[in-house]
């Protein structure tokens, strides 16, 4: 099983790309990113999620806002407390003493082979990486839940985690380091439907039943904010899965840039698609395609395990 360290900001995406990635990966922590809801908020969540699933798991906060920008939330699509809908238990754990950026430097220079998926706004892993740069050649990878190869969400052009904090996407995206890009061109593909939600609700354990009840506030959500209808696209489990699945998803090297001045295009990844007229050199592998039956049948099963 890769070796994982998980950047995020539940979310209730998040929240799922936790079960997955606890079941699917050896899962060496957890860190807090402010994004779809206050750091506060996120790290309360991901502990909860911990604590419902029983996962053992150190979770350190990070950035409480982005490098430049001004902290931007989601509370439409995640409600305020970021985790909007189950009926949630007190939290009983806290969070491990240390900061996030820390952690994730010093386990990426202390662990060989570690993949940091990366499903929130990336201001932990810039920081991490100009904190210690030499950990872009230290670590297998980062798969980075953000971006798109087309259309945006936050604004027309612009995915929220990319949009949340677009300099530390740049730091990243200019690394070096072994990026996948699952942006909304493919998680969307990975869309959930209320039919689903009822097949995971009807697993009958406790962890299920929370992702149902996540589940059907998410995709109200997504049917006020954008389609009409109650279905929700699970983002940020792609990025877990393009590492511990790989074979789910179908990527390709691009060569990618993040917008940080255009007036209507700030946030934007750009992704050139010319081929071989190119002059540009690819740094990322950008996810195109995932296999959503695929995907789904191992939600399922995966979720089906927990008791
Ligand atoms: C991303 O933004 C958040 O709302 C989700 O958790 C996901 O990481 C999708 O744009
Ligand atoms: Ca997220």
New binding site residues.
Partial sequence: MPRLLLDC??????ALAILLAAKHSDLLGITTVS??APLTATTHNALLTLQIAGIEAPVYAGAARPLVAEAQH?PD??GASGLGGPVLPELTQAAAGGDAVRFIVDTVRETDGVWLVA??PLTNVALALREAPDIAARLAGISV??GSAGFG??TATA???IWADPEAAQVVFTSGVKLIMCG?NV?HQFMIYEDDVARIRALNNPVAEFAAELLSFYGQAYADAFFGRAEG?L??PCAVLAVTHPDLLVTEPRHVEVELRGEHTRGMTVVDERGARASTKPNVQVAYRINREGALALLVETLGTYR
């Fill in positions: 900001d539940p979310g209730h995406d998040d994004g779809n989601a699509i995640h499903v929130g839940m953000g969400n936050r995915e929220f985690n909304l998680t696209p983002h940020d």
